[in-house]
């Protein structure tokens, strides 16, 4: 059975109830009855805890979640870019979810540390990963400036969004030579399958792209709302 011991990064880590600036530290045993305290399966409060302490608290919480999520993001970029075809194995040895950190990776790769934002979550930096660097700078300065909330600064994305001119939604593909006997097999093929022609090569192009992009896929922001950070890995050894 899982016990409130220490964790793999070697002994709890505290959470400071007062300065909301602060990190998690650690700390001795003197000071743990006065501080709440992360374990590896909770989080332990001290008794007689004033609201506004909680409150403070559950900011530092907040912070660590966020700065949790970049972390994952960045370590599986540098996973990605240095060991190909090795990483995945190594996320899932260690314990992670690879669709969860990979949602992580994409957006700590589209987002610099030099354009991060410490007064934002890791949240509010997703809603603009897909934009260019230019219009991600504009936008999170904002956010900063106007004090907004991860919805907040939804709310004005879509807002700009609905007065954008929409795009042409079709386009010409290049046209295509192929000889005679193939073109008849794939009007076979498609035909077997019930499709026109043109809907048949584009289903099979669809499909092509999405095996091939499944790695650098833009999650929408609310699949990366909705993950939830995984647990720190059970240590070898323990019930």
Not at 57 to 66: E, I, P, T
Not at 68 to 82: E, K, T
Request: proline share 6%; net charge positive; with cysteine.
């Amino acid at each position: 059975m899982a016990t409130a011991t220490p964790n793999a990064l070697n002994e709890p880590r505290t959470i400071s109830s007062g300065d909301e600036n602060a990190t998690p530290r650690l700390k001795g045993s003197s000071a743990r009855r006065k501080v709440a305290m992360v374990t590896d399966v909770g989080l332990q409060l001290p008794g007689g805890m004033s609201f506004e302490s909680w409150e403070k608290a559950g900011r530092n919480l907040a912070r660590v979640a966020s700065s949790s999520a970049w972390c994952l993001g960045d370590w599986i970029v540098y996973g990605q870019s240095r060991y190909e075809g090795r990483y995945r194995d190594a996320v899932e040895s260690v314990g992670l979810d690879y669709q969860t950190v990979r949602n992580y990776a994409w957006v700590a790769r589209r987002v610099p540390q030099s354009a991060r934002r410490k007064e934002l979550s890791f949240q509010h930096h997703a809603e603009v990963a897909s934009l260019s660097p230019q219009e991600q700078e504009s936008w999170l300065d904002r956010a900063v400036k106007e004090r907004w909330s991860r919805n907040q600064l939804r709310g004005e994305l879509r807002a700009a969004r609905s007065t954008e001119p929409r795009p042409a939604t079709t386009v010409s593909m290049p046209k295509l030579e192929v000889p005679e006997a193939q073109l008849a097999r794939w009007r076979k093929a498609a035909e077997l399958a019930g499709a026109s022609l043109q809907g048949w090569i584009v289903n099979l192009l669809e499909s092509e792209a999405n095996s091939v992009l499944a790695d650098t896929r833009a999650p929408s922001p609310d699949e990366v709302d909705a993950e939830v950070l995984p647990a720190i890995p059970t240590q070898k050894g323990r019930d």
